[in-house]
């Protein structure tokens, strides 16, 4: 995605999927792949989608109606924040997500307001940790980062070198092992 968004020294991060397929909610950080469908697709797959949820209907009214009320917000959350044209589908993207307000704050989850391309923006910075003890494994740099690429850039070698003086500094081994250059020409 560095196209859109990595400015004139874009880099792409692939990230293994370990951390996103756990079995916890400790952190409060969501992720869900990036489903690819136009209008009408979208439309047909959510009326599959729905059938068997109204068919359960006696089952729902056991569970009560604020869980089922927390569960379709969260499923409806879902789809509105991974749901792309299918033009982008070679992305394969997945989406992570934190709410605080509906899910509560997270411990993981630092908050602060930083000036991004001179404007100034609210970012959520999750600590790259591990804690086995409390279900949460896979966020370390070391075994989340699968590879890096170094988009179409003026100065890709300069690029590089920072990007692997970062991910030596995280406790990264070889980090130029994990790296590769894109061979698409730059253009500004």
């Known amino acids: 995605m560095w196209r859109a968004y990595g400015g004139q020294t874009g880099v792409a991060i692939v990230l293994n999927n370990a951390a996103f397929a756990g079995n916890t909610d400790e952190m409060r950080v969501f992720?869900?792949?990036?489903?690819?469908?136009?209008?009408?697709?979208?439309?047909?797959?959510?009326?599959?989608w729905a059938r068997p949820i109204i068919?359960?209907?006696?089952?729902?009214?056991?569970i009560g109606p604020d869980q089922v009320r927390n569960l379709?917000?969260?499923?409806?959350?879902?789809?509105a924040l991974c749901t792309k044209h299918p033009a982008f589908s070679e992305e394969k993207?997945?989406?992570?997500?934190?709410?605080?307000?509906?899910?509560g704050n997270s411990e993981w989850i630092e908050t602060a307001?930083?000036?991004?391309?001179?404007?100034?923006?609210?970012?959520?910075?999750?600590?790259l940790k591990d804690n086995p003890e409390r279900g949460i494994t896979g966020v370390a740099p070391a075994s989340l980062l699968n590879r890096v690429i170094i988009g179409p850039c003026e100065y890709p070698i300069q690029v590089r070198?920072?990007?692997?003086a970062a991910m030596t500094e995280v406790g990264i081994e070889n980090p130029l092992e994990m790296m590769w250059m894109s061979l698409i020409p730059y253009r500004h």
């Open 93 to 103: 993207e997945w989406r992570v997500f934190y709410s605080p307000v509906h899910e």
């Open 113 to 127: 307001v930083e000036i991004v391309n001179g404007v100034p923006q609210h970012l959520m910075k999750l600590h």
């Open 55 to 62: 068919a359960a209907e006696k089952k729902l009214h056991e």
């Open 161 to 164: 070198a920072a990007i692997a």
């Open 72 to 79: 379709l917000f969260m499923i409806f959350r879902s789809f």
């Open 31 to 48: 992720s869900n792949p990036v489903f690819y469908l136009d209008i009408p697709t979208f439309v047909q797959w959510f009326e599959g």
